[in-house]
């Protein structure tokens, strides 16, 4: 972080910010709506069952997880040109006059390279500069990897409704079911930290595939697809290599998903009481 404000600035802590706000957006909505359309398929399935006589007509976890699969699969796959484009802008180094003069000796094509890179490195820049290496197909870079990560969300949700049951029913117990903000912020930080744990290899391989590769550059770091990568970075980096920047991605998504969750539960109680409410005003204002 320092190395990057000190050479780049600090607005380089924001590269790529507003596609990613636009990814975020984009992400969220149609993972919901494609998670409602099968799940109400789901439900009507399981109806469909309950009236043959098989099972009481409600969706067990299985099918919610297969549910929570398909959406994210499709979410996947109409939102990935999005986030090449974010990965890109977030990993674009900017070289500075220092940086061009001490480089030993550039060839002609590097000289060229630098003199033809846009300022500032914008979204639409990267958007040209990724449909001139790889045409279309380009956009969805590490969409194999980001597929698998699928699991991630479903991780997530799985153990934190697991935790949520068991404190509620060692709160039942008590004579209380009352769960706490602080409490849903640390379940949800749980939660969202054993889903990243388990899935980071799989980002990590996603982000190289969808970062900028210098074809004059290091061999070692270019990729030719999914397979490729893990085995150079096997090879040449270990597993170590699977692993870099956890830290700061577990701080990130762990306080993102912690917050995430304690408003949802909030919001939840405030609907709720806003029902009670409406539905006593009703009963009061009925004639007797």
């Not at 040209?128 to 997530?156: C, H």
Request: with cysteine.
């Amino acid at each position: 972080m320092c190395q990057v404000v000190k050479q780049e600035g600090w607005e380089r802590l924001y590269g790529g910010l507003a596609p990613s706000l636009a990814g975020t957006a984009a992400s969220q909505g149609v993972y919901y709506y494609f998670y409602q359309v099968f799940r109400n398929q789901a439900e009507a399935a399981a109806l469909a069952r309950s009236k043959k006589g098989l099972g009481d007509g409600s969706v067990g976890m299985f099918s919610s997880l297969l549910v929570a699969a398909f959406a994210g699969s499709v979410n996947v796959l109409m939102t990935n040109p999005i986030w090449v484009i974010v990965t890109r802008m977030q990993t674009h180094r900017k070289m500075t006059k220092d940086q061009t003069a001490a480089s030993e000796s550039p060839s002609s094509d590097e000289q060229a390279l630098v003199a033809v890179e846009p300022r500032p490195y914008g979204t639409f820049n990267t958007i040209r500069e990724v449909y001139d290496e790889a045409g279309v197909t380009g956009f969805w870079k590490g969409v194999i990897p980001t597929l698998i990560m699928v699991s991630n969300p479903s991780m997530q949700f799985m153990l934190y409704e697991t935790m949520l049951t068991k404190l509620k029913k060692k709160r039942a117990l008590k004579g209380s079911n009352n769960v706490t903000a602080l409490e849903t912020f640390l379940l949800g930080a749980l939660a969202k930290l054993g889903a990243t744990v388990t899935t980071y290899p799989l980002l990590v391989v996603k982000s190289r595939l969808q970062a900028k590769q210098v074809t004059t550059g290091d061999k070692r770091h270019q990729y030719k697809g999914t397979l490729d990568a893990i085995l150079k970075m096997i090879r040449y980096e270990g597993l170590y290599g699977f692993y870099k920047g956890m830290s700061t991605k577990i701080v990130q998504s762990v306080l993102a998903a912690a917050v995430l969750f304690m408003i949802k539960e909030e919001l939840v109680k405030g609907a709720k009481l806003l029902l009670s409410n409406a539905t006593t005003s009703k009963i009061k204002s009925k004639p007797s």
